[in-house]
């Protein structure tokens, strides 16, 4: 599951949530894990963006938040195979 992967304002664009969703990728590969988890809130476009380009696929229904119903999120999913895709 990642949870709460964050990127600096000024490191975003480089490649820096790649590289880190790539080296939970590896070490989830490690572990012998089925698949990768995420939560993004919807209305986070760019996190949106970032996991559909990794490979990622929208997986369960919508969910509201519990601490602010106005956002809702769902769960982006994709298989643990080998190496991280792209790498």
Not at 9 to 37: F, I, K, N, S, Y
Request: hydrophobic share 45%.
């Amino acid at each position: 599951m990642l949870s709460g992967m964050w990127v600096s304002p000024t490191a975003r664009g480089q490649g820096v949530g790649r590289l880190l969703v790539d080296a939970v990728h590896r070490w989830a590969a490690e572990q012998g894990a089925g698949r990768l988890v995420a939560r993004v809130f919807d209305d986070n476009a760019p996190a949106v963006g970032l996991y559909a380009a990794l490979g990622f696929a929208v997986d369960g229904p919508v969910v509201v938040s519990r601490r602010d119903p106005s956002r809702t999120w769902h769960s982006w999913v994709r298989p643990v195979v080998g190496a991280p895709p792209g790498s």
